[in-house]
């Protein structure tokens, strides 16, 4: 089977850990920012997490260097073209991308100026290319709140626009979502759709907590729910999307071996499974690779692929006109 040409929708992807290698170090020359190295494969190095972390927390260290270059317009969005425009020329047709606006301010930057930014390099990369795509905007679960309902006002104004969901990342404590309800409540009444990392790192009852407590439509990862019966069951009934990430769940320790990764498990029992990449630079994948690792790994057939391809479809934040031209793809 040929993978890199069958048509894909990722819906789980970070701005900030798939930024190119090169792209960082012409960033920081021009914004006059010292890095550790110019030579690319020390910096490929920096940005590239081990296949084995030794917890989430080193996975994320990854992060620092890109969001580094990341504080101008002018940065953030040639990034955020790049993206789009890798993943395009993957046959990528449907692309969210999240990222955190909080992370973004060291140098004066306002909210709306930075989803702007990251908003006007998709819409270029669509112009372009074959691909069509939306913003998710990601709450740091570890950061202060007193500016998350900040970020929820300047994304409005991009609602369906180029920006479609609300999400919170970040290491994840237990019962993190009694925090934040009336966040996600403001922003679904904004019009927000909702996705929420959860069940990652093996407490499942917070996805329980992210669907009931939060109303999340999809969860980020939301693997250990095989250890929770309760989340497993509202999950299956209410057919929340499970945002798979089978590359970085293994570099976090999430899982230990593709082999024991539920997505099969998820896949047979008819729970809406979509294959993610997560982060592209930091695990060093793409949706290509993604998609025949769990393939050749569980044996999956190509009318399997498709309906997990039609899962993606029906899953994504997307209009219902461009689901339609999606569908469209799902032989």
Same mark, same amino acid.
């Given at each position: 089977?040929?993978?890199?040409? +069958?048509?894909?929708?990722?819906?789980?992807? #970070?701005?900030?850990?798939?930024?190119?290698?090169?792209?960082?170090?012409?960033?920081?020359?021009?914004?006059?920012?010292? +890095?550790?190295?110019?030579?690319?494969?020390?910096?490929? &190095? +920096?940005?590239?997490?081990?296949?084995?972390?030794?917890?989430?927390? /080193?996975?994320?260290?990854?992060?620092?260097?890109?969001?580094? @270059?990341? =504080?101008?317009?002018?940065?953030?969005?040639?990034?955020?073209?790049?993206?789009?425009?890798?993943?395009? %020329?993957?046959?990528?047709?449907?692309?969210? @991308?999240?990222?955190?606006? =909080?992370?973004?301010?060291?140098?004066? !930057?306002?909210?709306?100026?930075?989803?702007?930014?990251?908003?006007?390099?998709? =819409?270029?990369?669509?112009?372009?290319?074959?691909?069509?795509?939306?913003?998710?905007?990601?709450?740091?679960?570890?950061?202060?709140?007193?500016?998350?309902?900040?970020?929820?006002?300047?994304?409005? /104004?991009? !609602?369906?626009?180029?920006?479609?969901?609300?999400? !919170?990342?970040?290491?994840?404590?237990?019962?993190?979502? #009694?925090?934040?309800?009336?966040?996600?409540?403001?922003? %679904?009444?904004?019009?927000?759709?909702?996705?929420?990392?959860?069940?990652?790192?093996?407490?499942?009852?917070? @996805?329980?907590?992210?669907?009931?407590? +939060?109303?999340? /439509?999809?969860?980020?990862?939301?693997?250990?729910?095989?250890?929770?019966?309760?989340?497993?069951? !509202?999950?299956?009934?209410?057919?929340?999307?499970?945002?798979?990430?089978?590359? &970085?769940?293994?570099?976090?320790?999430? @899982?230990?071996?593709?082999?024991?990764?539920?997505? #099969?498990?998820?896949?047979?029992?008819?729970?809406?499974?979509?294959?993610?990449?997560?982060?592209?630079?930091?695990?060093?994948?793409?949706?290509?690779?993604?998609?025949?690792?769990?393939?050749?790994?569980?044996?999956?057939?190509?009318?399997?692929?498709?309906?997990?391809?039609?899962?993606?479809?029906?899953?994504?934040?997307? &209009?219902?006109?461009?689901? =339609?031209?999606?569908?469209?793809?799902?032989?």
């Amino acid at each position: 089977m040929n993978y890199f040409n +069958l048509p894909k929708i990722d819906l789980h992807c #970070h701005l900030d850990g798939s930024v190119r290698p090169q792209t960082i170090i012409e960033l920081a020359q021009e914004q006059n920012i010292s +890095l550790p190295s110019k030579d690319i494969n020390e910096i490929n &190095s +920096l940005m590239i997490a081990p296949e084995t972390c030794q917890n989430l927390e /080193e996975y994320l260290l990854r992060f620092d260097l890109p969001l580094s @270059v990341m =504080q101008t317009e002018a940065g953030i969005e040639r990034i955020s073209f790049e993206l789009f425009e890798d993943a395009a %020329k993957e046959n990528v047709k449907y692309f969210e @991308v999240r990222f955190g606006p =909080q992370l973004h301010q060291q140098q004066g !930057l306002s909210f709306k100026q930075i989803i702007g930014s990251a908003v006007k390099g998709m =819409q270029r990369a669509e112009a372009q290319f074959n691909i069509k795509g939306n913003y998710i905007l990601s709450i740091l679960r570890t950061f202060p709140k007193d500016n998350i309902n900040a970020v929820i006002d300047a994304g409005a /104004e991009f !609602l369906n626009e180029g920006v479609v969901a609300f999400d !919170l990342a970040g290491a994840e404590l237990p019962g993190f979502c #009694h925090d934040v309800i009336p966040y996600a409540k403001y922003a %679904k009444e904004k019009g927000y759709r909702i996705t929420i990392h959860a069940g990652e790192q093996g407490v499942g009852q917070n @996805v329980h907590d992210a669907v009931s407590l +939060l109303h999340a /439509e999809r969860i980020g990862h939301g693997i250990h729910i095989t250890g929770h019966q309760e989340a497993y069951d !509202l999950v299956k009934d209410k057919n929340i999307g499970l945002e798979t990430c089978p590359s &970085s769940n293994i570099q976090t320790k999430a @899982v230990n071996i593709l082999s024991e990764h539920p997505i #099969h498990d998820f896949h047979q029992d008819e729970l809406p499974i979509t294959i993610n990449t997560d982060n592209r630079t930091v695990s060093n994948t793409t949706m290509t690779d993604e998609v025949r690792k769990v393939m050749e790994e569980f044996n999956l057939t190509r009318e399997d692929y498709f309906k997990i391809y039609r899962n993606s479809v029906e899953q994504a934040f997307a &209009s219902d006109e461009v689901k =339609q031209y999606l569908m469209q793809f799902a032989e």
